[in-house]
């Protein structure tokens, strides 16, 4: 119906999304439909951070649902200059908050999951980070108050970490 009759609401000039793993295909087909300038949008996210349950979302797709609008914008014979482009992805690969023990870790862990599930997270160059740390221990079989004494001592009064 939206197609058909056009968005009559509040213009929509720019859309701006973080974490748009978590967002499904017609959610952002949606966005698409109302926003004025098709072009203006700026999409942020990362596949293997993906928390809604049924979303399998992937960059790919993105670029696919792009085409296919640009091929039907095309279609209606709508001039180039005001056709979506297909956007361009940076992927970035520098993290500046974690220490690249943890970011080893957790590439190990992401290799796991591409390995088990091939097509179900895009495949990405490996963070790094800027100074390097020790890769983190797994604790198996730790009660939680064992692991307040092994990451504060056993002074929980004065932690800086809460339980």
Do not use: W
Not at 55 to 77: C, I, N, S
Request: glycine share 6%; net charge negative.
């Amino acid at each position: 119906e939206l197609r058909r009759t056009g968005y009559h609401g509040e213009p929509i000039h720019e859309v701006y999304i973080d974490e748009v793993q978590d967002f499904t295909q017609a959610e952002l087909r949606l966005l698409l439909e109302v926003c004025k300038n098709k072009n203006a949008l700026l999409l942020t996210g990362d596949t293997c951070q993906t928390i809604a349950r049924g979303v399998g979302f992937r960059f790919e797709e993105l670029t696919t649902m792009f085409m296919k609008l640009l091929h039907a914008q095309q279609a209606e014979g709508l001039p180039r200059e005001q056709c979506v482009h297909v956007p361009r992805f940076e992927k970035l690969t520098v993290n500046y908050r974690t220490h690249n023990g943890i970011l080893s870790c957790a590439a190990e862990v992401v290799d796991l999951l591409v390995d088990l599930f091939p097509n179900s997270v895009d495949r990405l160059a490996r963070d790094r980070g800027h100074f390097d740390g020790p890769k983190p221990q797994l604790l198996a079989d730790t009660r939680t108050d064992d692991l307040a004494i092994l990451l504060v001592g056993s002074d929980r009064a004065h932690s800086q970490i809460e339980f």
